[in-house]
């Protein structure tokens, strides 16, 4: 077990929908990350916070916005969904926003019909 | 931009056979390098790191050599068994060891049989 936790795990939704997908960190960890993992892409950087901060930015698309609130935890964003946002997203975790190993969650997988 | 390009699976292998899994980089400066698993409905995991040309990264017998020269980093097992079947990422960060905007490979399944 990672102490990374991800809700929900498994998410089914129609295209032109928004969802929200959760990541808590690991007790003590001050930076998130979020990747998102599909088949034809492969595994894509696409946000990292860093206590509340936006710290670097990826491949995430105009339609995916995210944020880090008070308590530590994130929230993904993904809105006028298509169904090539198909995919597993994961979060991770780390200390600091450096250096220190990443930890992952489980991902949350995402349909769009 | 920086790229990762490891060799492609599956790899289906018999129990207490060698194991290597190639891994080529484009970078620029001097990146860190890493290895990470995923097990079967889980996240990934660390598995090793090197974080300046020929450092081994190595843990639970796994090796992996940075190879600026050849801007290569494979992963070695000697004797593999079922429990590592997984997927294994090979992955370019920043320098010193930084994760932030780590870069994968594709990933490549292995599926160990006894």
């Known amino acids: 077990d990672s102490g990374v936790t991800q809700t929900p795990k498994h998410l089914i939704t129609a295209t032109g929908q928004r969802v929200t997908l959760r990541c808590s960190p690991r007790?003590?960890?001050?930076?998130v990350y979020w990747y998102q993992q599909s088949l034809d892409q492969g595994l894509q950087f696409l946000i990292q916070?860093?206590?509340?901060?936006?710290?670097a930015k990826g491949n995430i698309l105009e339609r995916f916005s995210a944020q880090q609130f008070p308590d530590l935890h994130s929230e993904l964003n993904l809105s006028s969904l298509e169904l090539g946002d198909s995919a597993l997203y994961f979060c991770?975790?780390?200390?600091?926003?450096?250096?220190?190993?990443?930890?992952f969650g489980n991902g949350t997988r995402l349909t769009v019909t | 931009g920086d790229s990762v390009t490891q060799m492609e699976g599956p790899v289906t292998l018999s129990e207490e056979a060698c194991l290597t899994i190639n891994c080529t980089y484009t970078a620029t400066g001097y990146p860190s390098l890493f290895w990470y698993v995923q097990y079967p409905g889980e996240g990934l995991q660390l598995l090793l790191k090197a974080t300046k040309a020929d450092d081994k990264g190595s843990n639970k017998g796994f090796e992996a050599t940075y190879r600026k020269e050849t801007t290569s980093f494979h992963l070695e097992k000697g004797s593999v068994q079922v429990s590592d079947s997984a997927v294994y990422f090979c992955a370019l960060g920043g320098s010193g060891g930084s994760n932030y905007k780590l870069t994968f490979g594709k990933g490549t399944l292995l599926t160990v049989n006894p």
């Open positions: 916070y860093y206590n509340g901060e936006e710290r």
């Open positions: 991770a975790s780390s200390v600091t926003g450096t250096g220190s190993p990443l930890h």
């Open positions: 007790s003590g960890d001050l930076s």
